[in-house]
């Protein structure tokens, strides 16, 4: 039945395949091409920290400090006021930082673009990078190799943020915030109070969808009183007008995405 669902990423049953070669072409694509600044980074280099991290290990019990190496090797700076985090809304932060280049969402850079919707992971018997087949996140297999990955690189680019950083949020879910997230449990948590002095949440609805939650709503009170307990100064707006533009290129007749709106 599975089969069906498995597209090129393969969500969580399937590796990806070609994941050296891809990470490798990310890189380079990367640093020579889309970020000349960076074209002194070492991609080979880039991609054995990277492998290194989790081939010949037990795919289900990789750790933070694996991945501290590729950390440590990857330094890259976000500029003040230019860090977009997201929360179920991948797909349109991603379509707006690629529109508003001067915003960097964690895809955006080198890190986070190399390793996009990428499923990988080892094997204790083999030296190779699997290729076909890697285990679910569950309770029984809590930290993959792609799970941990997201964490790490997540904490730290939360923790290099400075000035005003933005969230962008889905309120046509029923929880706009939810503490569970990457978003909730790792990044919040990870913002410096001495750097970073305001958090602005975006709270964005599909167009045509259900508007579930909104900047009134319990979820973001909760946000808000993390944020502010961090000593963070919090402000939350629903639709952005900037990103409703986006999402109006697929819409442009709806009433929302008229001038007087
Ligand atoms: P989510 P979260 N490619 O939509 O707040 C593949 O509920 O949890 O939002 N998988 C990814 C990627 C990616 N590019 N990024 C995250 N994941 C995993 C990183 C991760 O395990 C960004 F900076 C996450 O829990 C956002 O601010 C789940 O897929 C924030 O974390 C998507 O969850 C989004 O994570």
């Known amino acids: 039945i599975w089969v069906g669902v498995l597209t090129w990423r393969q969500s969580s049953m399937g590796a990806t395949d070609h994941v050296s070669a891809i990470v490798l072409g990310r890189c380079l694509t990367y640093t020579r091409n889309m970020h000349p600044e960076l074209r002194n980074q070492d991609c080979k280099k880039i991609l054995n920290t990277f492998t290194s991290a989790f081939v010949s290990k037990d795919p289900c019990n990789i750790t933070k400090e694996d991945y501290q190496p590729l950390i440590d090797l990857v330094t890259q700076t976000v500029p003040c006021n230019k860090t977009l985090f997201w929360s179920r809304s991948k797909e349109l932060a991603h379509q707006y930082s690629g529109i508003q280049k001067e915003m960097f969402t964690l895809e955006d850079t080198l890190l986070g673009y190399i390793a996009d919707n990428l499923v990988w992971c080892g094997d204790p018997r083999t030296s190779e990078v699997k290729e076909e087949f890697c285990p679910y996140r569950n309770e029984n297999c809590s930290s993959t190799a792609t799970s941990v990955f997201w964490t790490v690189v997540s904490q730290k680019f939360a923790e290099s943020a400075c000035g005003t950083v933005y969230v962008m949020l889905n309120g046509s879910r029923t929880t706009a915030f939810s503490k569970a997230s990457t978003f909730g449990s790792v990044e919040v948590f990870n913002l410096h109070p001495d750097r970073v002095h305001t958090l602005h949440a975006w709270v964005m609805h599909d167009i ?19 944020v502010n307990q961090r000593n963070i100064s919090f402000f939350c707006q629903d639709d952005y007008r900037p990103a409703r533009f986006v999402q109006c290129v697929r819409h442009p007749e709806h009433p929302s995405c008229s001038v007087l709106m």
Request: a neutral charge; proline letters at 0%; one cysteine or more.
């Open 208 to 226: 045509g969808g259900v508007e579930r939650d909104s900047c009134l709503g319990s979820s973001i009170k909760e946000l808000k009183s993390i």
